[in-house]
């Protein structure tokens, strides 16, 4: 099975991040088909800076192959280096009708934060459904957040396929309930824009500040607490297992508990779990000239399927003639 996702490489990376998504995919490479690719297109349109855009995605390509991305075992490429998926993305628009994307909330939810939207963030949909499409993916694991977008993807694709045949396989989400929005410091949705994350890449110090930083409710220590509207509880139980789970939830239910103390265990648990992978990143960002040579094999890899629908698509729409 083809499972395909993708991620921006705007800013720093959190636990949403890593256990939304990140996580999920590194581990399909062992049974799957696994594309994964690092989309700096999608990334312009909330970044003009050309050199903080090409550090990123440098950064992006590092983190996940230090956090045990495998490129023989997936097709792992940057989104630019595979130019088709601009082509197939205008022919997909003339199958998108306006409706579809101007139902999308998160073009709403910007329009409605202030940002003036230009084409390309309305028209960010239809890029992402050409990344997928493309690739004739079978699944695309998701955060919640990308749910509607993958509908989007679903809808242009049937529309295409009513019209010429079965073209592209229709993708299916795959949305992990467990772990389906990981809360940031403030209980909302963990996320860059909410500046409410936790960083995988931070540095001991600073990683020890954002931890501190969880918001908790004024229950004295001496009063049993609810684990399940506590952010802490929230952020830590992604790091355990069942059993590890139920003995933290017995600690919130025995009185005593200082939030201050799960904080510093919480803040220990994340540094460590990720502190081999820390070096691993060092020494991937140190030769950015392997980096690249790694991305380039993977555009190549990822060019070949490419070409094969799209030469169907050319056919169909009489772009080949
Ligand atoms: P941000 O909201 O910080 O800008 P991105 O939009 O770059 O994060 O998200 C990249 C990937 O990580 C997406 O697949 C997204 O669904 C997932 N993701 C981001 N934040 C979370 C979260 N808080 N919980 C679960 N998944 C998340
Ligand atoms: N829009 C996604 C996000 O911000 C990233 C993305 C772009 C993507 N193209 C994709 C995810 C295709 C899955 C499949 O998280």
Redesign the pocket.
């Known amino acids: 099975m083809r499972i395909l996702?993708?991620?921006?490489p705007?800013?720093s990376l959190?636990?949403?991040?890593f256990?939304?998504?990140?996580k999920k995919m590194i581990d399909y490479q062992e049974q799957e088909d696994l594309f994964c690719f690092i989309a700096n297109y999608h990334a312009m349109t909330s970044l003009s800076d050309g050199k903080a855009l090409a550090q990123g995605t440098l950064e992006a390509a590092a983190n996940f192959l230090a956090l045990g991305l495998d490129p023989e075992k997936s097709t792992f490429w940057v989104q630019s280096d595979v130019p088709e998926v601009q082509e197939l993305t205008w022919i997909l628009s003339n199958f998108t009708p306006m409706g579809l994307l101007e139902r999308c909330h998160s073009y709403k939810d910007k329009v409605a934060q202030g940002i003036k939207p230009n084409h390309g963030l309305f028209a960010y949909p239809v890029l992402m459904a050409a990344d997928i499409l493309l690739f004739q993916s079978d699944r695309v694991?998701?955060?919640?957040?990308?749910k509607q977008h993958l509908e989007v993807a679903r809808d242009i694709a049937i529309k295409y396929n009513n019209e010429y045949g079965d073209v592209f396989t229709v993708p299916e989400p795959e949305i992990d309930e467990d772990?389906?929005?990981?809360?940031?410091l403030d209980g909302r949705?963990?996320?860059?824009?909410?500046g409410n994350?936790i960083d995988l890449f931070l540095g001991e110090k600073a990683l020890r500040k954002q931890v501190m930083r969880i918001v908790t409710d004024p229950t004295p220590v001496e009063e049993p607490k609810d684990p399940d509207s506590c952010n802490i509880f929230q952020i830590y139980r992604l790091f355990l297992d069942r059993q590890g789970v139920e003995d933290l939830r017995q600690r919130y239910l025995t009185p005593g508990l200082r939030y201050g103390d799960v904080k510093q265990e919480l803040f220990e648990t994340t540094r460590d779990f990720f502190a081999p992978y820390t070096e691993k990143r060092n020494e991937l960002l140190a030769d950015p000239q392997g980096l690249r040579k790694i991305l380039e094999q993977g555009a190549e890899k990822a060019r070949h399927a490419a070409s094969k629908t799209l030469r169907k698509v050319r056919k169909k729409g009489g772009l080949s003639y």
């Open positions: 996702s993708g991620i921006q705007s800013g959190h636990l949403g991040n256990f939304g998504m990140m694991p998701v955060g919640k957040d990308q772990v389906a929005t990981v809360p940031g949705k963990m996320s860059k824009s909410y994350t």
